[in-house]
């Protein structure tokens, strides 16, 4: 049997926000496609980079609350060379 229960002034299901696809490139330690995603999800948060493996979406770096944009791509393009190189 389901009980379904509803609470007075709930807050709306979540939405997640799309990401927004900065670049991709190849792994160098087993050659897997990463690709880096930006996401802005408030004020308070402010941007989020993630790096996640292209083919299984497994989550491999992230980081947030980067005050600007610009300083979420520079922390992802140091995160690929270094990605890259290894």
Same mark, same amino acid.
């Given at each position: +049997?389901?009980?379904?229960?509803?609470?007075?002034?709930?807050?709306?299901?979540?939405?997640?926000?799309?990401?927004?696809?900065? #670049?991709? #490139?190849?792994?160098?330690? !087993? /050659?897997?496609? +990463?690709?880096? !995603?930006?996401? #802005?999800?408030?004020?308070?948060?402010?941007?989020?980079?993630?790096?996640?493996?292209?083919? /299984? /979406?497994?989550?491999?770096?992230?980081? /947030?609350? #980067? @005050?600007?944009? @610009?300083? @979420?791509?520079?922390?992802?393009?140091?995160?690929?060379?270094?990605?890259?190189?290894?």
């Amino acid at each position: +049997m389901k009980v379904c229960i509803s609470v007075p002034n709930a807050p709306p299901p979540h939405k997640p926000r799309p990401a927004e696809r900065m #670049f991709e #490139f190849t792994r160098a330690s !087993d /050659g897997r496609r +990463m690709v880096v !995603d930006m996401l #802005f999800h408030s004020d308070s948060y402010r941007w989020e980079a993630r790096i996640v493996e292209a083919d /299984g /979406g497994w989550l491999s770096h992230s980081r /947030g609350r #980067f @005050a600007t944009r @610009a300083l @979420a791509v520079q922390w992802a393009e140091q995160e690929r060379i270094a990605l890259e190189s290894i």
